[in-house]
């Protein structure tokens, strides 16, 4: 079903990121791990695929498939119930910054999370504050709930309260809240779209600085707002909803972050783009101190 949710203001590039997102939707869902979400009918597998899709969401897009799709093969078709009650899965994946141990760990935290609230919603919106404390609070309640910290652990579930962007946290927020456009999901009634950050892996980042989404360097906490801040005046009340399609330059290899006029002559944002033209070759739209593990 197709999100009601339209912007207001529908000119310039408001009205070419429109464009984007409609050629840019549920038919590009395969290459994503929100894909892994869909497989479940569900709200509370969809709920905890999409956590665990979304926190392992770094590093080589196939490896990260890989280990995706053997980790959810392991935890049965029914993998919040098989949580809930324990279930321990034989002889976890490891992925990159994560030994089995750590995966075994958190799943098991997960577990308890669901146990003790019933949902990740409810864990979620059961501290004190806005979205951001609530936030750091989940963050805080998954790490306690794994047990003791690992650097694994640490790097799966990164505090938002480091300054970082926080991509992976932010991912699952916008999977789980924004409404079910055939992409994200909607089921979580606890925040509103209004109240997400745009989740930025290093398309985006490139993006946003290139579009004048934001000037700042370094992409952390504040880059993200700024930029989340910046498409909020084309769509106030669900700035999130072009990441997906933004997101797709960068991963579908239509957009290199840099002029490549094979590329810039039938990308649609060029007119927005800072790179667009070949003047622009010498810009760098790299936000500094990149790293895709935040
Ligand atoms: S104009 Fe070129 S650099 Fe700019 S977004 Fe499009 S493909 Fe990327």
């Known amino acids: 079903m197709r999100a009601k949710r339209r912007p207001e203001k529908t000119s310039g590039l408001a009205s070419t990121l429109e464009g984007l997102v409609s050629l840019r939707g549920p038919a590009f869902l395969h290459s994503d791990p929100l894909r892994f979400a869909h497989r479940y009918k569900n709200e509370s597998d969809r709920e905890i695929a999409a956590l665990i899709a979304a926190l392992f969401a770094y590093g080589n897009v196939k490896a990260m498939g890989a280990f995706l799709e053997a980790l959810f ?131 985006v980042a490139r993006l946003s600085r290139a579009l004048g989404l934001t000037t700042r360097a370094t992409p952390d906490a504040r880059f993200a707002m700024e930029a989340t801040a910046a498409l909020a005046r084309f769509c106030p009340e669900d700035p999130t909803r072009y990441d997906f399609a933004l997101a797709r330059l960068g991963i579908l290899k239509e957009c290199k972050g840099r002029h490549v006029e094979e590329l810039c002559s039938k990308c649609s944002l060029r007119p927005h783009c800072v790179l667009g033209n070949a003047g622009a070759a010498g810009l760098s739209p790299a936000p500094k101190g990149w790293s895709e593990n935040k």
């Open 73 to 203: 093969s392991s935890l049965g078709p029914h993998p919040a119930a098989f949580l809930r009650g324990g279930g321990k899965i034989k002889s976890a994946p490891g992925y990159r910054f994560q030994k089995p141990s750590d995966v075994s760990a958190f799943l098991r935290g997960a577990g308890l999370t669901l146990k003790e609230y019933g949902s990740l919603e409810s864990a979620f919106c059961s501290a004190e504050g806005g979205p951001e404390e609530k936030l750091e609070a989940f963050a805080r309640l998954l790490r306690s709930k794994a047990g003791a910290m690992t650097p694994g652990l640490s790097q799966l579930m990164p505090l938002p309260s480091t300054g970082s962007a926080s991509k992976r946290w932010r991912l699952f927020l916008r999977w789980v809240v924004r409404p079910n456009d055939g992409l994200d999901l909607g089921i979580w009634r606890c925040l509103s779209p209004s109240q997400l950050i745009i989740p930025v892996d290093v398309h």
